[in-house]
């Protein structure tokens, strides 16, 4: 007790003598020695009072000089308040999405798409990494195995909340809202596939894809506007970056909500879109086993839901406003779409794939091996080729392709079509008309017309050597 009542004398004595910077444990004081800090203040006040203690030096920033104002503080020697004004000339928001690496225990975080596989995969993902309160919102309601998963969240102390709503509708979604408290995280992670060729798209199939990613999108943007959100996530799609054959009103779709988050970066609003790849064991991809092997045909691997949230945990602590993360084969991407060869966008990989036969948007390198081989084969060669090409598209063994079988009989749809044209058009050095296959639609046809057809190109430079 006496050294407390030293201290406190000598406090006050510096104060008399001009010093301005003492430190005293005012909250301790408060709690142990009321009396105390009573006496003491009424002796600070009246040295107030009587003008014998000066208020420090203040100087002004304005908000988007904050950073500047903390530098000032810090230096040392620096004595003096300082306040921050014009609010208006903040241009950007900086929350910390995961404090000391961990959810808020205290926040509530909304998944929308929260009761599918990949929904509840990341609730479980921000349960582990400490979110206390989840509020899971999907069309329809949890199947019994997404309610046994949710109820083991719930057993781990984790409060979670399930909404049968429609997103795309913003009164339900508003309802949704009004029953939860301040959110501090929202994931959208609703969307639905329709494929389909820019000629058979359908006006009711571009408003069903666009409804829960755009217009689900456009209304968490506005129903959370009053939140104090850490992050706000958009699960966006390779197809934006990529353009997928039959999915241009999923592209689009994906694409506004890549520019949604670019606008709420704008706005000062936190904003993060990612462009995942397929998801091997959960999303839409995963529902469709054929959909995931035809993309990992072409080149376009599929991803993990555990690697995914690990690198949804670097994207968070990192600045990106739109970020891609999908495991691509160029060489395959390359020789199942030439014409993506040529594009500048893909100026660097086409660099990096030169060396495949059909990545720089040519066929050269078989050419060369049909012209050298003797003309009584070539035709057997040829066609063997088309019969491989045909079998990677409809993901068949080559003998299961008939020479006379149509390919439509074999299953061969539209999108296909498109897909095994462009691979004939790398393999040949040709281009061809989209109506080949169906005017030609056997092995044998197609072989005839592209023999008569490499018959009348002019051999290349390269072939003549």
Not at 9 to 19: C, D, P, T
Not at 228 to 251: C, E, I, K, M
Not at 437 to 462: F, I, K
């Amino acid at each position: 007790m006496r050294d407390g009542r030293e201290k406190h004398s000598v406090s006050l004595a510096a104060f008399r003598k001009g010093i301005s910077f003492v430190s005293v444990d005012l909250a301790g004081l408060i709690v142990r020695r009321p009396e105390r800090f009573s006496r003491l203040l009424a002796e600070v006040w009246a040295l107030v009072a009587e003008g014998r203690l000066t208020p420090p030096p203040v100087t002004t920033y304005s908000f988007g000089d904050a950073q500047k104002a903390w530098r000032a503080l810090s230096e040392g020697g620096r004595i003096g308040t300082a306040v921050l004004v014009d609010p208006d000339s903040a241009g950007a928001v900086a929350p910390e999405p995961m404090p000391g690496g961990r959810f808020r225990a205290d926040g509530t975080y909304l998944i929308s798409g929260g009761l599918g596989a990949l929904g509840l995969s990341l609730a479980e993902f921000l349960a582990g990494r400490g979110a206390g309160a989840l509020a899971l919102v999907g069309r329809s309601a949890p199947d019994p195995e997404a309610a046994a998963r949710i109820e083991v969240l719930r057993t781990g102390g984790v409060r979670v909340d399930t909404f049968q709503a429609d997103i795309a509708d913003e009164e339900a979604l508003k309802r949704v809202r009004a029953q939860l408290p301040p959110l501090r995280g929202v994931v959208h992670a609703a969307g639905l596939l329709d494929d389909a060729t820019i000629q058979k798209l359908r006006p009711e199939q571009l408003r069903r894809v666009l409804a829960p990613g755009a217009a689900g999108a456009r209304n968490l943007d506005t129903v959370t506007a009053g939140d104090p959100l850490d992050f706000f996530v958009l699960f966006s799609s390779a197809a934006a970056l990529f353009g997928n054959a039959g999915q241009a009103a999923y592209a689009a779709g994906n694409a506004f909500m890549d520019a949604l988050a670019v606008s709420r970066r704008r706005r000062g609003l936190p904003g993060l879109s990612v462009q995942w790849g397929p998801f091997s064991d959960a999303g839409l991809a995963a529902q469709d086993a054929n959909r995931g092997a035809r993309l990992a045909e072409r080149g376009m691997g599929g991803i993990t839901t555990h690697e995914a949230w690990q690198a949804l945990e670097r994207f968070l602590a990192g600045e990106e406003q739109v970020v891609s993360y999908v495991p691509l084969n160029v060489r395959q991407w390359f020789e199942a779409y030439p014409d993506t060869a040529a594009l500048r966008s893909w100026s660097t990989l086409r660099e990096a794939a030169k060396d495949v036969p059909g990545a720089d948007g040519s066929g050269r390198a078989f050419l060369a091996e049909l012209r050298a081989t003797a003309p009584e084969r070539r035709a057997e060669l040829l066609e063997t080729t088309v019969r491989e090409l045909a079998g990677r598209v409809l993901r068949l063994e080559t003998g299961a392709i008939d020479r006379d079988t149509p390919f439509k009989a074999l299953g061969l749809d539209s999108l296909m079509g498109l897909e095994l044209r462009n691979r004939l058009e790398a393999a040949f050095d040709l281009k061809l008309s989209p109506t080949l296959l169906w005017t030609y639609g056997s092995t044998r046809a197609l072989s005839g017309v592209l023999a008569e057809q490499l018959s009348a190109a002019p051999a290349s430079d390269d072939d003549k050597d």
